[in-house]
């Protein structure tokens, strides 16, 4: 007997009074949901020094944005986020005029805080002015054109005016993002200091909202308690009441939680617990492949040997792929490797490379190379990939060390490894990254060009490197579609980097729980949920 | 006196030469933490250097150094980045949940391995002896979360008997006032019976899965001791002149054997606060273990200080009492002339 069956029977047979509380308690679990997670957050604020992915979690449904992205059904009836249709959140509407330089956006005008205080567009304006005066906000807030706060005009109390420049088909998507919360600025004014004018450290541990749940607890590395905010306007209203979400590090643990009905949801289950939990069938699992996320094994392009493209093909071709899909990722993901080779299919990206196992292949673009006897390397990754990276990098070391390539593993902790990869002194690895839109030059821009850590490969084709600065304000739908082939096509012949798969995000949940939804930022969207 | 007095004060150069260490330590940990911080992936070059200058890494070593000392004796040992919290706060909340732990599993440890340890040393070679042999190996080669993973298997998963590993308290339960952040002390001052028995049910698997892994080095330095002691002149002295055995090993034997022992204990004490991350990783235990390994690997230098510097204040604080335990223990030692 579980906890939720004694507390029915309990209430059933009116034992309410030996243990109130915890009975209680279960009489409204109908409309409480416990969600089990492997971190929380460590700030409520969305752009700050470090601030971690589980911190989305809490801002996402603590605070509202201005717009958000549409939702669309997948087949297994998952709902899913659509990149391609943006609708008001906290914006009713919203119009574009001037040849797209000018987005006017029309404020609820019944919306208010968790406090009661009317949201204006003096609040907005100073929302977004934050973004832009904050550096992590203004480099993310740059890809879509925004970069001053002059940019932002309050038209009246409920209307604000957005211009850039010329026409960025990523303004609107970055106003659906992750980073430009609307946040209460009376309130935060408040906290504000001469050292710290927006509020940045106040805002890291309180919360100064008006989404559709508000904060009720927080006890940092343990617990998290939300309740629903019954004044929201700017959406339907959540399915659940009450959420406790609780920070369990081992998988093991959340997992014998959820099978046993005490907990709801278990999030960041390891592949192979996906994959035997939806074998067993006490709980759901909801496996979704990750759009924008991949993982992939980088080469550094700038030095020997993988200077060489035929090397960098020679390693394309000599990778176990589906060794490696079934062992390490337990086939939880969407393949990368096969597919058309050379040329783009669709432009959609990432896409498969077009690369199968074909060691004789291997061999011969190898002594093309000038390597007919292979070379030595060493193979970096980082332990918080361990599950799928080392089973990963015991394949590759053995597959490559039969065309001639002996490859000497290395493990780093994650933050070592960053450096390096910024330093630009890792030769091969196995990474992971995501982009939250879905545009493919947007893809390219952050992963195939420019001196960051992110241009994985260090790739720097002139042409390449042309197109990447084409696309970005192509308006010619075809133009774009022509270029974007192109720039596959590149990405497939030159391998900058070699794609593996798109990793599932696999959720585990009780059968009661409905309504899942993907996001682009892979955490939860607790309004959509409720239980059946 | 004079020794406490002289003792108190060699300990001063020991915490600086600690604030200097950890602080050396963590800097020349291989890693740029501006570069960790700045983990959005539109991040640039601009970017990482105005993290590096908010977190003030821009400044020289020495300046960061004396930065950091003049922190701490403001009593302010900075801001987690992981946590988003004070490291002191921080500390101070997940302290006494590691030292309810460990006390609680320290406790079981000793009522279990010096009577087992004691018992296998009066009758080597029984099944007694053999049995505590069964134990002590089984104790050290089983990882704790192997122990503790067994342990939520059958007693959690299969039987129910133990509630959710997770956590000091059930979550839906209401914490007491905080006094000392000892769950079972401050349940007990607020006189809450039912938290008291939902904190003691908590904490039941932890501890034995902890109290296994501090049993094997106790039970088997207690049997040694005491054979070794056993076989010792006086004790056989004291049986020819016929005193009552339970006199002969209690007073005698046992005495001269807790050297040693007291020794391991104080050691396995320290080891148990601050080093057993996999027991609060697989019972979600908020220790200050598990806290300190997530600053470590994400380069979060300042709870990493604050949390050597704290664990070496323990260390050396039971070193202290240890030795005031031996002058107790064995007035030979001459540290306390009067004892």
């Known amino acids: ?532 | 006196m004079g020794f406490l007095l002289r003792r108190l004060l060699g300990l001063v150069p020991a915490l600086a030469g600690v604030v200097v260490v950890t602080f050396v330590l963590t800097h020349l940990l291989p890693g740029d933490p501006a570069v960790f911080f700045a983990n959005s992936v539109t991040a640039d070059a601009a970017t990482i250097a105005a993290v590096r200058q908010k977190l003030g890494l821009d400044l020289p070593l020495w300046q960061q150094f004396f930065v950091y000392v003049g922190q701490l004796l403001h009593g302010d040992l900075g801001q987690a980045i992981g946590t988003g919290q004070p490291v002191a706060a921080d500390l101070l909340q997940r302290l006494p949940a590691s030292l309810e732990l460990t006390l609680v599993a320290f406790a079981i440890a000793l009522l279990v391995a010096l009577p087992l340890g004691i018992a296998a040393a009066l009758r080597p070679g029984s099944l007694l002896d053999h049995l505590c042999r069964v134990l002590s190996t089984a104790g050290v080669s089983l990882p704790t979360f192997v122990s503790g993973l067994l342990l939520i298997y059958f007693l959690y998963y299969q039987l129910g008997w133990a509630p959710e590993p997770i956590g000091r308290i059930d979550p839906f339960a209401i914490m007491p006032p905080r006094v000392t952040g000892l769950l079972l002390l401050d349940t007990l001052l607020a006189g809450d019976l039912e938290g008291f028995g939902m904190a003691a049910r908590q904490i039941v698997l932890p501890a034995i899965t902890m109290a296994l892994f501090a049993l094997a080095p106790l039970a088997r330095m207690t049997r040694a001791a005491m054979l070794g002691v056993l076989s010792s002149e006086f004790i056989r002295t004291a049986r020819a002149n016929g005193l009552r055995r339970r006199k002969i090993i209690l007073s005698y034997a046992l005495r001269n054997a807790l050297l040693p022992i007291v020794t391991t204990l104080g050691m396995i004490f320290s080891n148990m606060l601050g080093a057993n991350v996999l027991v609060e990783r697989v019972f979600a235990w908020p220790g200050v273990g598990s806290y300190a390994l997530d600053s470590l690997i994400s380069l979060d230098y300042a709870p990493v200080q604050g949390f050597m510097l704290v664990m070496a204040g323990i260390f050396v604080l039971v070193n202290l009492v240890i030795d005031l335990l031996y002058a107790v223990i064995d007035p030979r030692t001459g540290l306390l002339t009067h004892a």
């Open chain 1, 1 to 532: 007997m579980n906890r939720r069956e004694l507390g029915k029977l309990a209430a059933a047979t009116g034992l309410a009074g030996l243990a109130p509380m915890r009975w209680a308690q279960a009489q409204t679990r109908a409309e409480s949901l416990r969600i089990l997670s492997q971190a929380g957050p460590n700030s409520f604020d969305p752009i700050g020094v470090g601030v971690n992915r589980s911190a989305i979690q809490a801002h996402w449904n603590i605070y509202d944005r201005l717009l958000r992205f549409g939702t669309t059904t997948r087949p297994d009836g998952t709902l899913y986020y659509d990149y391609y249709t943006i609708e008001g959140e906290m914006a009713e509407s919203y119009d574009v005029s001037d040849e797209g330089k000018v987005i006017t956006l029309h404020l609820r005008r019944d919306a208010t805080f968790h406090d009661g205080t009317p949201v204006t567009a003096e609040d907005v304006k100073w929302s977004l002015d934050r973004v832009v005066n904050t550096p992590i906000g203004k480099s993310q807030f740059s890809t879509g054109s925004m970069t001053s706060a002059d940019q932002f005009v309050v038209v009246d109390a409920h209307r604000l005016r957005i211009t850039v420049p010329r026409a960025d088909r990523f303004t609107l998507p970055n106003l659906a993002g992750t980073y430009p919360v609307i946040i209460n600025s009376k309130m935060a004014k408040a906290h504000a200091t001469a050292a710290d004018p927006w509020a940045a450290e106040w805002l890291k541990t309180n919360v100064a909202g008006g989404g559709p749940f508000k904060l009720e607890a927080h006890t940092p590395g343990q617990s998290l308690t939300l309740s629903r905010f019954d004044a929201w306007k700017n959406g339907a209203l959540p399915g659940f009441r009450r959420v406790l979400w609780q920070m369990v590090p081992n998988a093991q643990t959340r997992r014998t939680s959820l099978e046993r009905g005490d907990a709801d949801m278990a999030q960041d289950l390891p592949p192979q617990d996906a994959v035997s939990m939806a074998q067993e069938g006490k709980v759901k699992v909801v496996g979704v492949p990750m759009s924008g996320a991949f993982q992939f094994i980088g080469m550094n392009n700038t030095k020997p040997p993988f200077d060489n493209v035929k090397v960098r093909q020679a390693v394309a071709y000599a990778l176990p792929y589906q060794q490696m899909f079934d062992a390490a990722l337990f086939k939880r993901g969407h393949p990368l490797f096969g597919g058309k080779p050379n040329e783009a299919d669709g432009t959609q990206f990432p896409q498969p490379l077009g690369y199968d196992t074909d060691l004789a292949k291997a061999k011969t673009l190898l002594t093309e190379a000038g390597f007919p006897d292979g070379f030595e390397t060493t193979f970096f990754f980082e332990l918080s990939l361990a599950t799928v990276a080392e089973p990963v990098s015991l394949l590759v070391q053995e597959s490559l060390g039969k065309i001639g390539i002996r490859v000497t593993i290395n493990k780093v902790p994650g933050g070592q490894l960053g450096t390096l990869l910024q330093n630009k002194e890792v030769p091969f690895f196995f990474e992971a990254s995501a982009a939250y839109f879905a545009d493919p030059d947007y893809f390219f821009r952050i992963f195939y060009h420019g001196p960051t850590r992110w241009n994985f490969g260090s790739y720097a084709n002139p042409e390449f490197q042309a197109l990447v600065e084409k696309t970005r304000f192509e308006s010619d739908h075809a133009a774009y579609e022509a270029e974007v082939s192109r720039m596959i096509a590149l990405a497939k012949q030159e391998v900058p980097i070699i794609l593996l798969w798109q990793p599932a995000l696999d959720t585990g949940m009780q059968t009661s729980v409905a309504g899942y939804k993907y996001l682009f930022h892979r955490m939860l969207e607790l309004r959509s949920l409720k239980r059946v």
